[in-house]
């Protein structure tokens, strides 16, 4: 990095600094717990651990596959992980997570899902690996077999662990080179697809992906820059010009930090290009956050959020302009909680409110208003899918507004209660593209790490 952009960046971390929201605590707190620790079996030393979680949701208006008017749906998922953790010495070891995921009561069937499966996996491997710490007593770690690879926000590169099977999981090779200023990963790898009929699960036969991604050290924030290649050699990549290969070139960063522990931000930017079938890829992400924590009861912090992910402005000009959001999750407090929206020609203006009524309570109120970026490309679902679409362009962008509340409890040490609850208001868009009815979604959620 040349000196001006090391200037440029320790002044804007210097300037804003933070971002203060625990909202990825779900996600991040899975493996955590270790309550078996150090129990000798032959050759290692191994740590059990694990946990369990319940949700019930009800769906009015949608289902896990996105926005559906006239559709409601009403189950419960359950979770279990199972954590082994062998250790040869303390520079190596073999890591297993085996993961069950089911559903009680959906309208939704097996075959409603024609790749991966959101809801139901039978006891499943969804991580296995080899890792070595400082390899030859070298600054080097290496991590090869199934794993779980996110970073920050998990915005760019999450697990999507709001899913009852989780979004994404790798087999993959990684290296990891640290340094006391920067750290760099480099690694390869394909998703796996998530199959209740298939043991253990496989990976896709595409995308592969290449991934460098790295962090800079002794800064006042967190800064991270990274590049994500994205491949499918099949032919079968539909482009506006005719069908080809993709080859997909994500180079971004991101940043967060805080100030004064009263001020937080975030930022990330992402620009996107290469080939889409016989199109030109030519595609940008952004989100930016602030938020300001008042130092008084409950602790309310109040902020603002803007997230764009750019849409095809014209569906017959050979130029492939709709984002793809990299490989990022769809979870809940990203674009809503209803899941109804994803990072592909979408502007979501977001304002939070956040308090903590005690130790042990927090509460979020949430509220975003969305629109497409692009008037002819579509209203994408989660999972890329078109929702709805007018090539014309001639009903506008207005997509909705969505209410979101949530609340987290922590009635003891790796116990944690969550109920929510959100509205979809249709904005002119939906309304006019087909049936364009309100969508409401509650949920409660119960979970416990393993002791
Ligand atoms: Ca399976
Ligand atoms: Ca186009």
Sequence with gaps: MSRAIAVTVIGVCAFAPVWADDDTEEQQAAPAQKPLHDIPLGPFRVDLSGDLR??????????????????TD???????????????????????????????????????FKRSNPLDDVMDIR????????????????KVGRQQISYGDQRVFGPGLWGN????????????????????????????????????NREFAAPTAFVVYGGLKKLPCRFDLFYAGKFDGRKLTDGESGRGDLQSHSVGFQLQGQARE?????????????????????AFGFNGAAGVTAPIPWRPRLAGQFTWGSGD??????????????????????????????WANLRDYEWDV???????????????????????????????????????????????????????WQPRKGVELMP????????????????????????????????
């Design 127 to 142: 991580q296995a690996y080899f890792e070595w710490r400082q390899v030859g007593g070298a600054p080097l770690d290496l």
């Design 54 to 71: 319940l949700r019930d949701e009800y769906q009015e208006g949608f289902d896990v596959r996105g926005y559906r008017s006239g559709v």
């Design 262 to 282: 009263r001020f937080d931000y975030t930022a990330t930017g992402i620009r996107q290009f290469g080939h889409y079938g016989q199109d030109r890829l030519d």
């Design 313 to 342: 402005r014209d569906p017959a000009d050979g130029r492939h302009g709709t984002f793809d959001g990299v490989f990022g999750g769809a979870d809940i407090n990203f674009y809503g909680d209803m899941n109804l929206f994803y």
């Design 74 to 112: 009403n189950f419960l998922l359950s979770r279990i992980m199972l954590n082994l953790d062998l250790r040869f010495d303390p520079d190596r070891h073999i890591y297993l997570q085996f993961r069950d995921a089911h559903s009680f009561g959906s309208g939704l069937r097996r075959d409603d």
């Design 165 to 200: 099977t989780g979004r994404y999981a790798w087999d993959a090779g990684k290296l990891h080179l640290d340094t006391s200023r920067a750290w760099i990963d480099l690694w390869a790898g394909r998703p796996i697809e998530n199959r209740p009929e298939r043991w253990p």
């Design 354 to 408: 956040h308090l903590r009524p005690a130790e042990t309570v927090r509460l979020a109120v949430e509220h975003h208003t969305y629109s497409l970026d692009q008037a002819r490309d579509a209203w994408y679902s989660t999972s890329l899918a078109v929702v709805r679409r007018d090539p014309t362009g001639l009903t506008g962008k207005a997509l909705g507004h969505e209410l979101n509340l949530r609340i987290y």
């Design 420 to 451: 929510g609850w959100g509205h979809f208001f249709p904005g002119p868009f939906a309304k006019a593209n087909g049936a364009g009815d309100a969508a409401t979604g509650y949920f409660f959620q119960a979970s416990w790490a393993l002791n």
